[in-house]
């Protein structure tokens, strides 16, 4: 009946409105699923799908009406040839309809399905599908049973975990997700509601919530429109910037480049506690880094005013802006942190006085007057107050109330109900007042409705706009599911904000991903740092993502990484930890943010060459340097490696072994023994002089002891430092005669020298012992890593590339 071109893709449809036909043009290769039906748009009506049974076409129009004959509906769609891309349009309903379904379409390729940007390929041909406004979204709609061909999970090894061990590329649940894989190949898929009623569905974790009406033109289902496409898989990105340009969606520059294209997209950054007491040593610390952006983690008193905290800016928005143009004039951009529509008990929308826009999970009415001393208050329907949130709140006009259980039976009672929390005022309430059940989260925070969240949106804009921000991080963006309004309510949050602050703000965001929001977002930055050693903190996660941005065309990043001071915990960070880091960063070749407190980078002695290392290492991922051989060998998650520059633009890249820590403890020795260890190293490289660094572990907390006359012995040689190391200190030697002595936090505090050149390591395996004087009671124990380097290899940038970058 109807034959469609998007851009390499031919579309052919049926008299039915279905798809028969996917096309590869430049090959005739065919792509539609076979096996199911696949029609161009399905209908919801009170939770049951119906396909259209007839689709009426007019040429001089480009409309298509497809009419449904079980609920009696009819749906205009305007199908627009544009060249590299096609686009369909609802025009018009006649009908009661819920929502509709845009496919799914049901595909035959395989290999690479982008769940976010909607994009699916084999590795030769692409077809993708594209949420052309905030209204429609990419995904499933929640309350409806999936197609029986749907693969539960994305890679059928459990759901999203970022602390999980197990390989999995689990990111997002199917409802949220543009295209996912079935048993034979992919799907693309998208929805819009119709908003203007009320209803009743699930949302976020609740499976059964009161879902409020929205007025305007999104609130109709009127207006959804798709683009569809096909291409060689290395245009994929050219193809989508033109529908971004051509449809006018959003189309942010970093650096005067398309941001899903400019080397600048994935540049790494620090994030630090700055203040406007603090800021100048922030930017120093930025620039010795060699980076551009300077981040604050933690800027707000508030969220949901999202007020500044007056400890560290008592001028407020006026003292960010001094810092942020600081900063500037140093070269250096600023970014802050927020949890998009989290919003804390000590909002002023939530005392002394809440807003009457404050999200309810549910309501009730009370059944009869609530006194003020009333500690047990009947409602007319308990299901709101038994759904497992966090805090058991509700508000009842101006007061907040918390109580402890719901009856099981009738009469519904509040039972130990507490009156007036969180600042708010004791009341006397009439009988029928309504009892909110307000929607929180174990963050103790409350959410706003949809209306609310506008003005979230609106002053996360002024900030940026009046203060000259350039970097945000959307974190808790699932929070905007409390709206009822699925990612409809998480386009309109950003949306508003891009709007309101421009097309040059870097940004990312928490694990919500909606389809449209994929030309909104620069990148994701997903790896959080916190109690867990550098090369164990969410490593599998961190190394999935890799994989998850590179079938979602989105710019490479690795996480957060902290740089630590000395803890009962863990040791300060040391230098070949970073370098661990920076090794994985440029074999992705991903960004990364470093993060440390200003007291941190104040506190580390080896702050100074530690961000030397991000200065080279960066400089080198940036500009192109590392062979895709070289790559490939520093992603190995096992791998270290050390970099040194070799003169402008060049620099010496050593593959580098760190031995497991091997450890000497006096209370494993025999009565009279001498202390020592017996040790076997295997250096897998050429002959060299040991390299090694000790450690002073205290036992039972014994800051008082000591280890004297350290001495390593191996191929005939006695290496040995007459000096005492006292708990929590460290003694490296860098293969010469001379010893450094370090605090806890590697602070130099004195330099020493063995009674020998440091012994030769032979390749191979070999005996390594240790002997020293244990003083005090309990003892300590010494641990020792050793280290061998290999011949070095050369790293020299791309040719024209010294100041430039690459992803």
Not at 16 to 25: C, I, P
Not at 477 to 495: C, I, W
Request: glycine share 10%; proline share 6%.
């Amino acid at each position: 009946m109807l034959s469609i071109s998007a851009g390499k893709l031919n579309i052919q449809l049926d008299r039915q409105g279905r798809v028969t036909s996917l096309t590869d043009t430049a090959d005739g290769n065919r792509y539609e699923s076979d096996k199911h039906t696949m029609p161009l748009l399905r209908v919801v009506v009170n939770g049951r799908i119906e396909m259209p049974e007839q689709a009426d076409y007019e040429a001089a129009s480009g409309i298509m009406t497809l009419k449904f004959s079980e609920c009696g509906a009819a749906v205009e769609v305007l199908a627009e040839e544009k060249g590299l891309y096609a686009t369909f349009e609802v025009q018009s309903i006649v009908g009661e309809v819920d929502a509709v379904i845009w496919g799914p379409y049901v595909t035959t390729v395989a290999g690479s399905i982008g769940e976010s940007v909607g994009v699916v390929h084999n590795g030769s041909f692409a077809l993708g599908l594209q949420a052309l406004n905030i209204k429609t979204v990419g995904g499933w709609p929640l309350e409806l049973d999936r197609m029986e061909y749907v693969q539960q999970t994305y890679s059928n090894s459990g759901m999203p975990d970022p602390d999980s061990t197990q390989p999995s590329d689990n990111k997002f649940e199917y409802d949220v997700c543009a295209a996912w894989p079935t048993s034979e190949g992919s799907m693309l898929q998208a929805y819009a509601r119709n908003r203007m009623n009320a209803a009743r569905r699930p949302a976020w974790n609740l499976p059964d919530v009161d879902i409020a009406p929205i007025a305007g033109d999104d609130a109709r289902i009127a207006g959804t429109k798709i683009a569809l496409f096909g291409c060689a898989v290395d245009r994929v990105l050219q193809t989508i910037e033109a529908i971004e340009i051509g449809e006018g969606l959003p189309h942010p520059m970093i650096e005067g480049e398309w941001g899903k294209t400019s080397p600048a997209a994935n540049q790494s950054y620090v994030i630090t506690d700055f203040s406007e007491a603090t800021m100048a040593d922030a930017v120093r610390y930025t620039k010795m880094a060699g980076l551009n952006y300077v981040y604050h983690p933690d800027p707000f008193s508030q969220w949901g005013h999202f007020t500044l905290k007056p400890g560290s800016f008592p001028n407020g928005d006026d003292g960010l802006k001094a810092c942020v143009e600081l900063a500037e004039r140093e070269g250096v951009k600023v970014g802050v942190h927020t949890l998009s529509n989290f919003t804390t008990l000590n909002d002023s929308y939530v005392t002394p006085v809440p807003d009457e826009r404050l999200q309810f999970s549910g309501s009730a009415r009370a059944v009869g007057t609530v006194g003020a001393e009333v500690r047990e208050i009947e409602v007319s329907d308990p299901q709101p107050f038994g759904a497992g949130l966090f805090r058991r709140s509700a508000k009842i006009g101006s007061e907040l109330i918390e109580y402890d259980a719901v009856t099981e039976s009738a009469p519904w009672k509040l039972l130990g109900v507490r009156r007036g929390t969180n600042g708010t005022a004791v009341a006397e309430h009439e009988a029928g007042a309504e009892i909110g059940r307000l929607w929180d989260h174990p963050y103790d925070v409350f959410f706003p409705n949809i209306d609310l969240q506008d003005e979230y949106s609106r002053r996360i804009a002024e900030l940026f706009r009046t203060t000259g921000l350039k970097q945000i991080s959307f974190d808790g963006l699932e929070g905007l599911y409390a709206t009822g309004h699925d990612g409809y309510g998480v386009n309109r949050f950003v949306k508003m904000c891009y709007d309101g602050w421009g097309e040059d703000v870097i940004n990312d965001a928490s694990i919500v991903v909606p389809n449209y929001l994929w030309h909104i977002f620069t990148r994701f930055n997903w790896g959080e740092p916190w109690g867990a050693a550098t090369r164990e903190g969410q490593l599998e996660w961190r190394l999935s993502n890799q994989r998850y941005f590179a079938r979602n065309f989105i710019p490479p990043m690795l996480g957060w990484f902290l740089v630590r001071s000395a803890s009962e915990r863990f040791e300060a960070t040391a230098p070949d930890e970073i370098e661990w880091v920076l090794s994985k960063a440029a074999g992705f070749g991903a960004g990364f943010a470093l993060v440390a407190d200003t007291a941190v980078l104040r506190r580390n002695g080896n702050i100074e060459p530690l961000l030397a290392s991000v200065r080279e290492w960066e400089k080198a991922r940036r500009t192109g340097a590392f062979t895709p051989e070289q790559r490939k060998r520093l992603r190995e998650p096992k791998g270290d490696w050390h970099l040194e520059p070799d003169g402008e633009g060049r620099w010496k890249l050593y593959p580098v072994q760190f031995s497991k820590p091997l450890v000497c403890n006096p209370a494993e020795l025999q009565p009279g023994q001498p202390g020592g260890a017996d040790w076997v190293y295997f250096n897998p490289y050429a002959d060299q002089p040991l390299k090694f660094t000790l450690r002073v572990i205290p036992s039972y907390g014994n800051e008082d002891a000591s280890v004297k006359r350290p001495t390593l012995y191996t191929s005939g040689v006695y290496m040995t430092f007459d000096t005492e190391l006292k708990p929590n200190q460290y003694l490296v030697c860098d293969g010469g005669r001379t010893g450094k002595i370090y605090d806890q936090n590697w602070n130099l505090l004195q330099t020493v020298q063995a009674s020998a050149d440091a012994p030769i390591l032979r390749s191979g395996g070999q005996p390594v012992s240790f002997s020293c004087k244990f003083e005090g009671d309990p003892k300590p124990s010494v641990s020792v890593k050793i280290c061998a380097w290999s011949d070095p290899e050369t790293v020299e940038a791309m040719t024209g590339n010294l100041e430039g970058s690459v992803l």
